[in-house]
């Protein structure tokens, strides 16, 4: 059973930074590419940066580009996602995502975890 366990989440001003993480368990985590996304209250969830399952290649949406960096360590089975620059904009809670299929370049499907909440303050 795949588990997928967000956290580094919290309450920062407007400017700071936050990493978060995502411990993954239950499949070979090396073989599935990875995201993160997050849902602002009142929105719908939104795309927020993806990683391949081998060379790690990295893509973004265009909102967080240059500010927001995603990583994974294979040996430790977790997922990264390093915040900086935060912006008031940024709210959300950020979910941790698994593509259902192996060796997917860019899945549309996903396994989800609980989400870690993000708050930054102006």
């Known amino acids: 059973q795949v588990q997928l366990v967000e956290s580094g989440g919290g309450a920062v001003q407007a400017g700071g930074s936050l990493r978060l993480s995502c411990a993954a368990s239950?499949?070979?985590?090396?073989?599935?590419?990875m995201a993160w996304f997050r849902q602002a209250p009142g929105k719908e969830r939104e795309f927020v940066a993806g990683?391949?399952?081998?060379?790690?290649?990295?893509y973004y949406a265009d909102s967080i580009k240059g500010r927001f960096t995603i990583s994974r360590d294979d040996g430790k089975n977790t997922l990264y996602l390093q915040m900086n620059s935060l912006k008031s904009e940024d709210t959300a809670v950020y979910y941790c995502?698994?593509?259902?299929?192996?060796?997917?370049?860019?899945?549309?499907?996903?396994?989800w975890g609980q989400g870690t909440q993000v708050t930054v303050s102006s």
């Open positions: 995502a698994q593509a259902s299929a192996a060796w997917t370049p860019r899945p549309h499907n996903f396994i």
């Open positions: 990683i391949g399952w081998s060379d790690g290649s990295a």
């Open positions: 239950g499949r070979t985590f090396s073989m599935y590419a």
